[in-house]
């Protein structure tokens, strides 16, 4: 029996690592497809090449839907492997909900929905982790319009005491297709829908609610369901409000790194790609901010000396040489430079490590260019 088990835990182990290092050799050319659509949607407006700028629309969308795709797989991947990890960060919550209703209103609005936030009065703020909260609220919106037809997609935030602990209960209501009891039983399960029909008409993966589940239940919360078919489907999310409370890791809000609007700000660049050095360069020049380029650590660290930017974005896998880790530590230690913030633009999920080498800011490849 102990045999069965321990092969059994070394297939998942396989499998979990096979999908992880695929993901991370997909992001690389899906950096380059996004980055540079969207640059190109950029210059066919100005140009004004309508036809162009719409194809080149169709592309990026393309591109952002793989992109969602590779980062579910890589999600489940590491909630199976048992490496996700989780970071708490105090943020408001009516901020986080402005953030995900911008986000979603193109897909709300293609099928003629509209969202709408409700928000209790003594709602403020909370402790946990952002990123995944928001993940979350993502896919149960982005679900409630997926089934919703020129209807109405709700979501609904309270705070309640229970058992002498805050919660804080994220509620998205629709006014969709509804499901069965039935199709209500496979909600949760990875790769699953509520049935093939629904797969098939309605496209997706399966990963959406199997990851939201388990978020739910890293952020030391969960979630339910309640639904009836023909009559729409509301999806509860019960959270506590400090995260620090249910004995999560936590690490401190680093902060955003601000760069000057005017004036020639410069900004180190060390990456051994090309492709994100060209993507930086063209993203920051209306922004009136110089760019030096260093393709190795080495030559960074050297550079960093001689021009003492105003901030190094810099990579952590690099070939050959020092890495990302090796340039990070030399530059929070030399007295000259560890003043100046680093943005550390990666594949690789770990916050928490950079944080507490000195990163300033944390982003992972393909880049969002607004932040």
Request: hydrophobic share 40%; charged share 25%.
């Amino acid at each position: 029996m102990k045999a069965e088990k321990d092969a059994a835990r070394m297939a998942s182990e396989a499998k979990s690592s096979f999908l992880a290092k695929m993901s991370h050799e997909l992001r690389t050319p899906m950096n380059a497809i996004i980055g540079y659509s969207e640059l190109l949607i950029e210059e066919a407006e100005g140009a004004g090449y309508q036809i162009f700028k719409e194809d080149l629309k169709k592309i990026y969308a393309a591109g952002k839907h793989l992109l969602e795709v590779i980062n579910s797989v890589l999600d489940v991947s590491k909630i199976e492997a048992g490496k996700m990890d989780v970071y708490e960060e105090s943020f408001d919550i009516r901020s986080l909900l402005d953030e995900v209703k911008q986000t979603m209103k193109p897909l709300v609005e293609k099928n003629g929905n509209q969202l709408v936030l409700e928000t209790e009065a003594n709602v403020d703020y909370m402790a946990s982790d952002k990123t995944k909260l928001r993940q979350c609220l993502l896919n149960l919106t982005s679900n409630a319009s997926k089934f919703t037809k020129n209807g109405l997609v709700t979501i609904k935030v309270s705070e309640e005491n229970r058992l002498g602990r805050e919660w804080i209960l994220f509620a998205v209501q629709d006014t969709g297709i509804g499901m069965s009891p039935e199709q209500l039983t496979r909600l949760f399960k990875a790769f699953e829908q509520a049935d093939s029909s629904v797969g098939s008409k309605y496209g997706g993966t399966g990963l959406g609610l199997h990851i939201t589940k388990n978020f739910c239940q890293m952020l030391g919360g969960d979630i339910t369901v309640d639904s009836e078919v023909g009559k729409g489907t509301v999806f509860t999310m019960v959270l506590p409000k400090n995260l620090s409370e249910v004995n999560k890791s936590s690490i401190q809000d680093a902060g955003e790194v601000v760069l000057p609007v005017t004036g020639r700000a410069t900004v180190l660049v060390i990456d051994d790609d090309p492709i994100v050095h060209d993507l930086v360069k063209r993203s920051l020049s209306k922004r009136e901010v110089s760019v030096a380029d260093a393709f190795d650590g080495e030559q960074g660290i050297k550079l960093a000396k001689e021009i003492a930017p105003q901030a190094i974005i810099l990579d952590l896998m690099m070939k050959g040489g020092i890495d990302g880790w090796q340039v990070l530590a030399g530059l929070k230690s030399d007295e000259g430079l560890s003043a100046i913030p680093i943005v550390m633009i990666t594949m690789l999920d770990d916050k928490k490590t950079c944080f507490a080498f000195g990163a300033s800011e944390y982003l992972i490849k393909p880049v969002d260019r607004r932040r």
